[in-house]
């Protein structure tokens, strides 16, 4: 049976999402989370987008994207392929780092916008990682960026947990 097609089009928002195979970290260091994020950043300017929110959790990512053209797929691919080519030659493995096909889910800007925002940033709670955005405790570090996007007037922000330390397992949220 043929996956479905994802819908793209222009001015088109997408809460992405992509999972470390088998549920493994797809960081390892606060390096690797800023390589990411170089990377997301390059796709933006490759690709027309705005990467409106993002937080970074130990086995997976979540993004907020607007794609100012009908190109989600070729620029989401670009991203995981270049990451993944980044830490298999790192730690010198091979394979597959990320589980399969990266999840896309279509936003209506209007109604859920500010919504799913709140639930990317609010991740690292859900899985216990903080207690909330405030509070800092351990080796838990959650940044939280603001800027004005050139795209568009809404603003990007994002979050990241900050571990030096691996973990097996996470929450799933």
């Avoid at 500010?114 to 080796?139: C, F, Q």
């Avoid at 947990?161 to 996470?170: D, L, M, Q, T």
Wanted: hydrophobic share 30%; proline share 3%.
């Amino acid at each position: 049976m043929a996956r479905p097609l994802r819908i793209e089009y222009p001015g088109a928002f997408y809460h992405v999402i992509n999972r470390g195979n088998e549920d493994e970290d797809i960081y390892r260091s606060v390096r690797d989370r800023r390589k990411f994020l170089e990377y997301v950043e390059d796709a933006v300017c490759r690709y027309s987008l705005s990467n409106h929110s993002y937080c970074l959790m130990p086995n997976h990512y979540h993004l907020l994207i607007e794609a100012h053209e009908a190109n989600l797929s070729k620029s989401i691919q670009w991203l995981n392929v270049s990451y993944a080519t980044y830490f298999n030659n790192k730690y010198q493995r091979s394979g597959h780092l990320f589980q399969g096909r990266f999840k896309s889910l279509l936003v209506d800007a209007d109604e859920y916008l500010k919504e799913l925002s709140r639930y990317i940033h609010l991740n690292p709670v859900r899985a216990n990682l903080v207690s909330d955005l405030e509070t800092i405790s351990g080796a838990v570090v959650v940044h939280l960026l603001v800027k004005k996007n050139r795209h568009s007037g809404y603003k990007h922000t994002g979050c990241f947990h900050n571990s030096e330390e691996p973990k097996k397992k996470h929450g799933k949220t």
